[in-house]
């Protein structure tokens, strides 16, 4: 018998923007309330990126932490399974499977 090919989650990690807009701060600006907010759509509240942040910077503070997570170098992996959504484009284009060999130096650096 041949040995069926063997893969693992062995870590997850996620990472968020910092600034948090509250449903609050909404009602400051908009003839809402966080009541009918929370009602309608189950948001609390939202993140916020700053100007210069990236989803690949996020991306890339995620997978660091999964990596410390695990207790494994970048060398030890095959593969990087990164899934994200966000209001600019769909999940299926972003969520992708790549080598991990082509962006270990982007991940280090």
């Known amino acids: 018998m041949t040995g069926r090919p063997f ?19 909404l009602s400051q600006v908009l003839d809402t309330s966080d009541q009918w907010i929370v009602e309608r759509t ?8 700053a100007p210069d942040q990236t989803v690949a910077m996020l991306s890339r ?12 170098g970048v060398e030890e992996l095959d593969t ?3 899934a994200t959504a966000w209001s600019a484009g769909s999940m299926s ?17």
């Open 7 to 25: 893969a693992e989650v062995a870590s997850v990690g996620s990472a968020v923007p910092e600034r948090v807009l509250t449903n609050h701060e």
């Open 42 to 49: 189950g948001i609390r509240e939202r993140r916020i990126a």
């Open 61 to 72: 503070d995620a997978s660091l932490l999964a990596l410390d997570r695990a207790g494994v």
């Open 80 to 82: 990087i399974v990164l």
């Open 93 to 109: 284009r972003s969520a992708i499977c790549t080598k991990l060999s082509s962006v270990a130096a982007k991940l280090t650096s």
